[in-house]
């Protein structure tokens, strides 16, 4: 198969009464995760290994960023540097740049929705479409060769202990799938002190354990991007000209809507009336 299909149910209460506008969200999601060509990137990942090293079982580390697998580089004595990795006899450490996959914008999935139209909301797909964001390209490559090798017998995901990590995490082995084989674990930690990192690796769980912190991190970017693109471009459409004009610059800029952003501006905004109120 070319997709991997996650469904789940998600009851929705008062079905999120700041959305109103997305009147027929369903209780269940499909998210899809479009895998394309895996089997052919299996057989490049194999071409693709420029290691030094024989082929032994070795195990991977992956943490959320760069400066994190310094640390464990240092902590496990691994020196040996690659483009994108670091290696030695027994190690491969590599790491992500904070997000390396994410949900594709409207117009991947309908060129109409490059032009924003009132009449063409609220836009709600069925299934929900992954791709490699480009500025990480060349590290998303690295990462995915390497949960490909056949020199690899287990995988440490080590990404920041939270649901945000989590989902960087799942987005990359949904995506782009790991070997047949490799023994996913995932490490929990509160900080990259050597004794942590130890205790981390040393006690690291099955990755099957993070199900549901996963799903419901999912479930979360899914609410995010809902919001983000209906509201943003329903606003936009009503309000956006009256807004530029009354700001007066020459650039037109969209209205940006978010779950996170949005009320952080409300707070500004209130406390800045505060303070010109003030008597």
Known sequence: SDASTLSFSVPFGTRYAYLAILTSISTTYKLNYVKKGIQKNMKQAKN???????????KIIITEKPSVAQDFAKILGVSGKHDGFIENDKWIITWCVGHL???????SYDEKYKKWNIADLPFIPESYKYGVISSVAKQYKAVRTILHRDDVDTVYWAGDAGKEGQVIEENIRRYGGVRKGIKELRVW???????????????????????????????????????GIN???VLTCKYGMIINNAISDS?????????????????????????RDFK
């Open 48 to 58: 693709d290994n420029n290691s030094t090293y024989s082929m032994t079982h070795k």
């Open 101 to 107: 996959v994410s949900m594709l914008y409207p117009e």
């Open 231 to 233: 509201l943003s471009r």
């Open 189 to 227: 930690i509160d900080s990259q002190t050597e004794e942590e990192i130890k205790r981390g690796i040393r006690e690291a769980k099955p990755m099957a354990a993070y199900d549901n912190l996963a799903n419901s991190g999912i479930m979360r970017a899914v609410e995010d991007y809902l919001m």
């Open 251 to 275: 650039k037109y800029r969209p209205i940006s809507v978010g779950r996170v952003m949005t009320c952080i501006l409300g707070m500004v905004v209130r406390r800045e009336r505060e303070i």
